[in-house]
DNA sequence: GTTCATTATCTTACTTCGTACAATATCTAT
DNA sequence: ATAGATATTGTACGAAGTAAGATAATGAAC
């Protein structure tokens, strides 16, 4: 391990970024979880993708490198919802050690700029940076490195507001032809609640931004549903409408 | 300037943390500047009360000790909202110069953690490490070092958000007497709208946790109004039965 | 081909909430 | 007593959310 003689060093606490990245997956809500290569024993273990920012790299740049290195998205939006600081971040000496070993940098604190995103990965790629990637239902969680459990339970409470705020972005994570059923589907494992199948249609009808194609469901062992579209330019103008108001 | 052979230094961003202390002063949302003091030159210039976030001192702490620095205040609810990271923070070498000379370290990038709060400041406190503080209207604002401006605006926004979810910061800002129109005049200020005298009664009066007193507004030149006052305990309680459901 | 299971779609009634809007009451100063 | 200022109060409408029943279409089972 690289490390220097300097003792001031230590007073520089390093900068991370770490992404929350979800999808469903078996009807459940998972966070994308890339193995930790660790030399020094066998056990397999598991953090968010995220890594030290780059001399010269914004922060969102960097949740972008990461976004990509993980899944080998580009556009995905991602949301910065909060930084963790806690000096007892580092407290577990063997997190702080495979850090060390990974980054080739001596540790002392470390500060991560926390991001959030929904999205679908095709294949998972096995990235020059991560192990292997995989796809973790939020619900069992394996024993995670520094806050990160912390972290994901934070992130799950914001995609929420988010949600609420951005319909949009449910849009970047399905497919461009969907039906009302996919949609509701994806309400309720985000928001872990049941939605009323009627009051949906209506609801969904009323938006103004979601149009029925003529297309439908084929294959369906029931009646064949219809599919709809996102309108993303009926859906920015009433975006500006409701700000100028 | 104390700095250092050690150019791999610069490796390291510093991290500090920034407070924007909104309040209401003169019918205008303000926030609190600091003095800049710069021995350089004579112009008096102004920032955001912050720090560099000390070597085993968590973030919120941070926030918090800033807080009590700038304004004597300790109990004041204080919300982390955004960092702000980017590379171009640094590129006015003024604001460098003068962070390097208050700091005497060697500064290539500063990653900054922005917290908000709505407080009221009964006497401005000159404090050690500031000097003079000052409420200025967010609608006149000096020009201001690094980001400062654009942090600000963020926080306006954000803090009309954080009204909207967790309406009982509004009740810490006012004194723990006051009367409809004091109330409704905050909310009209802070949200930068008119909002309709009737309307506003009658949703007061829905919440439940705004609770009439028998008191009344002394020495008006108009008829008094009457005291509320906020129920800290019903608004908790109606708030944990809301997370339940 | 009739029936059944299943999901899709449409509808109606009720409630809740926000909004628009104007007259009367009370206090001080003169 | 009057003027000037602010406090207080109610009603009607429409939008949006909620609850719940009826009908439609499709493949599977028989």
Known sequence: MQTTNNPKETLYPHVSVDCVLLGIHDEQLCVLLTERRDAGTDRTEYKLPGSLIYETEDLDDAAYRILNEATGLKRVPLKQFRSFGSPRRTANKEDVLWLENA??????????????????????????RYGPAQWTPIARLPRLPFDHEEIIAAAVREIRVWLDMEPSIVFDYLPQLFTVSQ???TYEII??????????????N???????????EQGMPHRSARFYRFDKKEYHRMRNKLNTI
């Not at 001596?106 to 020059?128: E, F, H, M, N, P």
């Not at 872990?192 to 949906?200: H, L, Q, S, T």
């Not at 009323?206 to 439908?216: C, K, P």
């Open 183 to 185: 949609l509701r589907r």
């Open 103 to 128: 980054s080739k940098l001596k540790i002392g604190r470390i500060i991560t700029v926390a991001y959030l995103a929904l999205c679908k990965v095709k294949r998972l790629k096995i990235s020059d």
């Open 191 to 204: 928001y872990n609640r049941n939605i009323d199948v009627r009051n949906f249609h209506k609801k969904m």
């Open 206 to 216: 009323s938006l103004g931004y979601v149009v029925q194609t003529d297309e439908t």
